[in-house]
T-cell receptor, first 111, second 114 residues
């Protein structure tokens, strides 16, 4: 069964304190791993798509990496505006676009 | 702004009632997906439509149904509502279907069943 597990559930950082969020996945035949950011009461905002092990993508203070079993979202020198819930998702098995989401990591960055 | 629109933003109704949630995908996108987000379950896939046809089903209750119209907008119908149906309902769209395509999410409809 396709599964996504994110850790930690919650993370509190001081402004400027770099860290990483983990996403472990089990899926038969990865066709895409996605990172989204979600603010309270809002829709998930797309950040990155990764397709194969070894791939990396960057955007401002965020960098996403992918191995055969997990993905990391590295946050470098975070700012308070980076506070949000970060969601990881994979395309499930089968020829559809169904996404399987993890429970998310809620990040709080204090000034 | 993802380009996906959803109406209404908020909906308050009573148990046993029926409601309709509406979604307009990004211009040019053929696939529409519906997800439910509750505090204890996280984001759960409900159903997918591609160019008017049902493509995939998740753990969607029999009381729930959806359709995609010729102009590609979609509606999610929820009937015989129960307290446990209170949640955020999101629509997402992508250009095609199958694997690897990025899905862009709308702002959601918050449903409260009293």
């Amino acid at each position: 069964e396709d599964q996504v597990t994110q850790s930690p559930e919650a993370l509190r950082l001081q402004e400027g304190e770099s860290s990483s969020l983990n996403c472990s996945y089990t899926v038969s035949g990865l066709r895409g791993l996605f990172w989204y950011r979600q603010d309270p009461g809002k829709g998930p905002e797309f950040l990155f798509t990764l397709y194969s092990a070894g791939e990396e993508k960057e955007k401002e203070r965020l960098k996403a990496t992918l191995t055969k079993k997990e993905s990391f979202l590295h946050i470098t020198a975070p700012k308070p505006e980076d506070s949000a819930t970060y969601l990881c998702a994979v395309h499930g098995s089968g020829n559809t676009g169904k996404l399987i989401f993890g429970q998310g990591t809620t990040l709080q960055v204090k000034p | 702004d993802s380009g996906v629109t959803q109406t209404p933003k908020h909906l308050i109704t009573a148990t046993g009632q029926r409601v309709t949630l509406r979604c307009s995908p990004r211009s040019g996108d053929l696939s529409v997906y519906w997800y439910q987000q509750s505090l204890d379950q996280g984001l759960q896939f409900l159903i997918q439509y591609y160019n008017g046809e049902e493509r995939a089903k998740g753990n969607i209750l029999e009381r729930f149904s959806a359709q995609q119209f010729p102009d590609l907008h979609s509606e999610l119908n929820l009937s015989s509502l129960e307290l446990g149906d209170s949640a955020l309902y999101f629509c997402a769209s992508s250009a095609q279907t199958g694997g690897g395509e990025t899905q862009y999410f709308g702002p959601g409809t918050r449903l409260l069943v009293l």
